[in-house]
């Protein structure tokens, strides 16, 4: 075994939805806010920015987070059966 070998999981799973949309429903959620739910707009816009700039690799997948949590799911479970027959 190499100490010095990376590890990269088969499959990253991203749960992309809105700044907007994730803020509602931290707020549903709960009214009282947190240090980092009181961070602006831009630093959460920046953060998923990030993300986004991650999302080209293959391993990575990006998921539709605006849908219910059963789409969501669904999707999910369908994706990783899918990837499971190939590999």
């Not at 953060?47 to 990006?62: D, E, L």
Request: positive net charge; glycine residues 2%.
């Amino acid at each position: 075994s190499n100490p010095n070998r990376s590890y990269w999981p088969d499959l990253t799973l991203w749960f992309d939805a809105p700044v907007e949309v994730c803020l509602s429903r931290v707020q549903t959620r709960n009214p009282q806010k947190d240090r980092l739910e009181q961070e602006s707009l831009a630093f959460y816009e920046r953060v998923r920015n990030g993300f986004k700039a991650q999302a080209h690799q293959p391993r990575i997948k990006t998921m539709d987070a605006t849908k219910t949590v059963t789409q969501l799911a669904d999707a999910c479970l369908s994706l990783i059966k899918s990837r499971q027959a190939v590999g």
